[in-house]
């Protein structure tokens, strides 16, 4: 069986570029062509991102992509663990809740410049440098706080995939108003009216109290960065309170 040689390009600056077997001979490097593909998603999402868009923007013929890297699935992933390479990874400080929010908060921060990432599908992850870098270091930040090796991917994977969800909230959120040209604010009150016909009051007391109060604050549908800061807030406290249990606290 053929070694992957997705693989190989992720690790291409340990092991040496691998040349293409097809079309005409390489004149710039795969470094670029994968900076040009994360401009194209940066600019358009995956759902419209294609080997043609990539090659327009080099100002080269698109089969001369294919001699760079074998396909669209194979960038996507070069891509991925490129802008893995964006982010500081210097020491860890302070406690547990400031290391590991640091941990979510760097997340949050590369899904909201690249919202592309939640749009990747990969049920087999790319293994890179940088994506290897870093989760060495989102372990590092709870090396040595009392959970068994198994807790420890347990809680980096917990932080990532609630980063994921509620990134992708706020994602979506601000593209909604961008798209409908008015905000939160401005919908509630052109439809409220409507509502209030189809909501008298007493209705729905307990989610109307709430719902008012969440509005009156928000002064919209809802603030996702509150609302991430508060869930991650939530799972820092049951990770203090497993390693209390535990007696590392």
Do not use: C
Request: hydrophobic letters at 40%; a negative charge.
């Amino acid at each position: 069986m053929e070694v992957d040689r997705t693989l190989r390009l992720l690790w291409r600056r340990a092991l040496g570029t691998p040349q293409g077997s097809r079309g005409p001979k390489q004149r710039i490097s795969v470094d670029k062509v994968i900076t040009a593909a994360i401009a194209v998603a940066d600019e358009e999402g995956l759902p419209a991102f294609s080997m043609r868009k990539v090659a327009d923007r080099l100002g080269m013929k698109l089969m001369s992509i294919y001699t760079y890297v074998p396909g669209r699935s194979e960038l996507i992933g070069l891509m991925v663990d490129e802008v893995a390479g964006e982010q500081d990874l210097s020491p860890h400080e302070g406690d547990i809740r400031l290391r590991v929010g640091r941990v979510a908060e760097q997340l949050w921060d590369e899904y909201h410049r690249h919202p592309w990432l939640l749009q990747v599908e990969s049920s087999r992850p790319w293994i890179g440098p940088n994506g290897s870098d870093r989760y060495e270091w989102q372990l590092a930040a709870i090396e040595g706080a009392g959970l068994t090796d198994l807790e420890m991917d347990q809680v980096v994977t917990l932080i990532s995939d609630f980063t994921a969800g509620a990134a992708r909230t706020s994602i979506m959120s601000r593209r909604t108003s961008e798209e409908s040209g008015m905000s939160d604010a401005q919908w509630w009150e052109i439809n409220a009216p409507v509502l209030d016909q189809v909501m008298p009051p007493g209705r729905y007391p307990i989610s109307g109290r709430v719902g008012t109060a969440a509005g009156e604050e928000y002064n919209a549908l809802g603030d996702p960065q509150r609302l991430f800061r508060f869930g991650l807030d939530r799972i820092l406290d049951g990770i203090e309170t497993l390693l209390k249990r535990n007696g590392h606290l």
